[in-house]
């Protein structure tokens, strides 16, 4: 079974990260939630989400992907934290999946690990004046390689169902989608 990263800082978008974690696990796929700190992590609209673990105690396990839910100041908090960067860089070396939607992708991009490839991020979060070798689109998901980046709160769906695709294939994808009963 695929094992999955989902690391929660104060401030993230609380509909990407529950969006991320609940579609996994629908798909059978271990999902581990890993707060910054110890204790409930308050979202960004004031939800309060309440980590598996904290990244302490599982920032030198091995996981098929690392996911970063984003929302402010959340993906700010997850690019100030060197133990993410590190997790990041040393999945993707490692042939692992990583993934970031919203505000995070500029993590990913701060970890070098978008240089020469294909993205999307909330609109203005990854400039290309910051970040000229990352080539943006205006698009809902973007897979490039091993790497997977979501637009905003309102591609979290498709966003998770492609994460569901890549780890455990097109029929349990299609599963938890046809459980959702979302309009075609």
Do not use: N, W
Not at 15 to 25: K, P
Not at 129 to 158: H, Q, W, Y
């Amino acid at each position: 079974m695929p094992r999955v990263l989902v690391p929660l800082a104060p401030g993230c978008e609380e509909l990407e990260a529950v969006t991320i974690i609940d579609l996994l696990r629908r798909a059978g796929i271990e999902v581990v939630s890993a707060g910054l700190a110890e204790g409930p992590v308050k979202a960004s609209r004031g939800t309060v989400l309440l980590p598996d673990t904290t990244l302490e105690a599982v920032e030198d396990q091995d996981f098929d992907m690392v996911v970063l839910p984003g929302g402010l100041p959340g993906a700010r908090y997850l690019e100030e934290d060197p133990r993410v960067g590190a997790i990041l860089r040393r999945h993707a070396e490692r042939g692992a999946y990583t993934a970031a939607i919203c505000a995070a992708p500029k993590v990913l991009a701060r970890a070098g690990l978008l240089d020469g490839k294909r993205a999307t991020s909330y609109p203005g979060s990854v400039l290309a004046e910051d970040f000229p070798r990352v080539d943006l689109l205006d698009t809902s998901v973007v897979i490039d390689g091993r790497v997977v980046t979501g637009r905003g709160p309102g591609s979290a769906m498709d966003f998770a169902l492609t994460l569901i695709e890549l780890l455990a294939g097109r029929e349990p994808c299609e599963q938890v989608e046809a459980a959702l009963v979302r309009p075609l």
